[in-house]
């Protein structure tokens, strides 16, 4: 089971970028990695997934070094809606994301 | 379009009293269910996961059971709660064949036990 590392807290401004990196060093082969956004009292939302290199949608970017060690998630512009808690993942079926872990909480302020 | 549905939303029960948290999807056939369990100001642990009607694994001990009458319903029950099951509880689907098997949330049922 690969685990994951994160900040526990990140703190930025409106119109920023912000760049929330996590750690998975014993990810395996067949793992990908999927990060979420989660508001108080909601579930969990997915953002982005990716495997290797890079991946983009209309929210966020998802970079992943060939190691695949670390992945960062990239949130161009955020803004005070952004704030929220910031989970990564990874795994590749069921039972292998056992645990979200303590996520990152974001905090955008004006 | 998918829709998965929780209930009730809050719950408030004295410890020892049964419980029964109910979720539903709708939109999509023989999906992957699970059950998350968040304390306050924690991450989300993986409680039960079903890959079928009937078929329950469990990730940790504990005095829940979860049940799967149907497809698309999946049930979280306990027949004593304590009070440290106080918790947001979240349901999830996700569709067999992808690789990469990304989970969809519910809203959640906020349980706190007295």
């Known amino acids: 089971l690969a685990k994951t590392t994160q900040p526990i807290s990140m703190d930025s401004y409106e119109g920023q970028e912000v760049n929330i990196t996590c750690s998975h060093n014993?990810?395996?082969?067949?793992?990908?990695i999927t990060w979420y956004q989660q508001f108080p009292s909601q579930g969990p939302r997915f953002i982005i997934q990716g495997y290797k290199t890079k991946v983009t949608n209309e929210v966020a970017s998802l970079f992943i070094p060939a190691d695949r060690k670390s992945s960062t998630l990239s949130l161009p512009r955020v803004s005070l809606s952004d704030t929220a808690v910031y989970y990564c993942l990874v795994g590749d079926s069921i039972g292998n994301m056992l645990t979200f872990g303590g996520g990152t909480r974001l905090m955008v302020k004006p | 379009s998918q829709t998965i549905h929780q209930w009730p939303a809050t719950l408030v029960q004295p410890v020892g009293s049964p419980l029964s948290l109910e979720c539903t999807v709708e939109?999509?056939?023989?999906?992957?269910l699970y059950w998350y369990r968040q304390a306050a100001g924690r991450g989300l642990q993986l409680l039960f996961y079903s890959v079928g009607i009937g078929q329950i694994s469990s990730e940790v001990p504990q005095n829940l059971s979860a049940s799967r009458p149907q497809d698309r319903q999946f049930i979280l029950s306990s027949k004593k709660l304590l009070l440290s099951d106080s918790g947001f509880y979240l349901c999830?689907?996700?569709?067999?064949?992808?690789?990469?098997?990304?989970?969809?949330f519910g809203p959640g049922t906020r349980l706190l036990v007295l």
């Open positions: 014993n990810i395996a082969t067949n793992d990908y």
């Open positions: 999830a689907w996700s569709v067999l064949g992808q690789p990469e098997e990304t989970q969809y």
């Open positions: 939109g999509t056939s023989n999906p992957n």
